[in-house]
């Protein structure tokens, strides 16, 4: 009778602790639906001022690339919330930290699958923490290293050839620089 307890107790704590940890698990990406009431909420004027020309943009060619920098995730949430509700589309939120992988390949098939979803929904694409891709690029020192800049390269590629609307958020200021190179429009939030 002893050794059933046990074992019922054990296998017990099993499927706990194994549901524990999905629960624990970071979601990738998920589908944000946009109301009107989020139109509404606070952004700066001299951000919508930068903004407006982004909307009339992304609804005559269908593509528009944003980098929002320099804030904090409330305010680059709001701001992202803002810009959907005004073209009327629903968001689809990437957390860019949980899609790159230590696995040679295995980021960009995450990032494949990522933005041809959001080419199948017509939805706004929005990349939280790009910080944790476009930090700063690496020295190749050994056969490590050399896999790290390809990565965010790839991001930028699949970026200007996306025919939607992306939105990447970023703190850092290396994302700045990255940026510059591959032609995204720069909006500062504080």
């Not at 050839?161 to 504080?190: E, R, W």
Request: proline content about 2%; aromatic content about 6%.
């Amino acid at each position: 009778m002893n050794k059933k307890c046990c074992l019922l107790f054990l296998s017990f704590a099993t499927c706990v602790y194994s549901s524990a940890q999905s629960a624990l698990k970071v979601v990738p990406e998920r589908q944000i639906k946009v109301v009107a009431a989020d139109s509404l909420l606070a952004v700066e004027p001299a951000v919508k001022k930068q903004l407006y020309p982004f909307i009339g943009r992304s609804k005559k060619v269908g593509a528009a690339h944003l980098l929002l920098t320099g804030s904090d995730k409330g305010i680059s949430d709001n701001t992202s919330r803002w810009l959907a509700a005004n073209m009327q589309k629903n968001i689809y939120r990437v957390n860019l930290s949980s899609v790159v992988s230590k696995y040679i390949g295995e980021t960009e098939k995450n990032l494949d699958a990522v933005f041809n979803k959001a080419a199948q929904m017509n939805v706004v694409l929005v990349f939280d923490e790009a910080d944790a891709l476009f930090g700063k690029r690496t020295d190749v020192k050994d056969a490590h290293d050399r896999y790290s800049n390809p990565e965010a390269a790839y991001l930028l590629r699949r970026i200007q050839s996306h025919t939607g609307t992306v939105i990447i958020t970023c703190i850092s200021n290396d994302c700045i620089t990255q940026a510059d190179k591959s032609g995204l429009i720069k909006i500062g939030l504080q």
